[in-house]
């Protein structure tokens, strides 16, 4: 038809790899950071960048910020729209020495975080909510700021389960505190 693209030409030599971060991991992402990454179309091979831009916006959807690492592409390796997945290293050590938990410990009600501790010195295992706030997210757990202390007996499957009996028998969970 009149007016239609016939071709599109690029320069795909350099290419960006756009990544999505979130909100409450963009503290510990800067500028220049080395970034490793996989495409899902080159199964096994492994990736480096360096991030070259942050997005100042977060997207109200989303919850997360675009982060960009400009690539060499003299092999033609990367093509416009691939699929990656990137993985930052951080240093944490201003939370050494904090309580972690998995991912699976933690329930979210959409303004708090608990988790069920077993409760102490009781003959049936009972467990108790606690409401914690979370620091950063790991990959499989959370650095947990406040809410536990050390020797805590944390559940880490089951907590969904835990919480819906106490939901059923009356007593306080996730919902009605």
């Known amino acids: ?9 690029a320069n795909l030599s ?11 991991d963009l503290p510990f992402i800067k500028k220049d950071q080395e970034i490793t990454f996989t495409l899902q179309a080159m199964p096994g091979k492994t990736f480096h960048g360096r991030v070259s831009f942050i997005d100042r916006i977060i997207n ?19 093509k416009p729209e691939m ?6 290293s ?4 201003r939370y050494k020495g904090q309580i972690v938990v ?3 410990a933690v329930l ?7 988790v069920y501790v077993k ?32 020797g805590d007996e944390v559940v880490t499957n089951g907590a969904f389960a835990i919480d819906a009996s106490a939901q059923l028998d009356g007593k306080e969970s996730m919902m009605n505190r």
């Open 119 to 150: 409760a102490a010195h009781t003959e049936i295992p009972t467990f108790t909510m606690k409401e914690v706030i979370l620091g950063p997210s790991l990959s499989e757990s959370y650095v947990i700021l406040s809410g536990l202390v050390t």
């Open 102 to 104: 998995p991912k699976s």
């Open 14 to 24: 350099k290419v960006w790899a756009n990544f999505q971060a979130y909100e409450e």
């Open 60 to 78: 109200s959807q989303t919850r997360t910020a675009g982060i960009r690492v400009e690539i060499s592409n003299d092999k033609g390796l990367f």
């Open 90 to 93: 951080c240093n944490l050590t």
């Open 108 to 114: 979210w009600t959409g303004k708090r975080s608990i």
């Open 83 to 88: 699929l990656i997945t990137g993985n930052l």
């Open 1 to 9: 038809n009149q007016g239609a693209i016939l071709l599109q030409v």
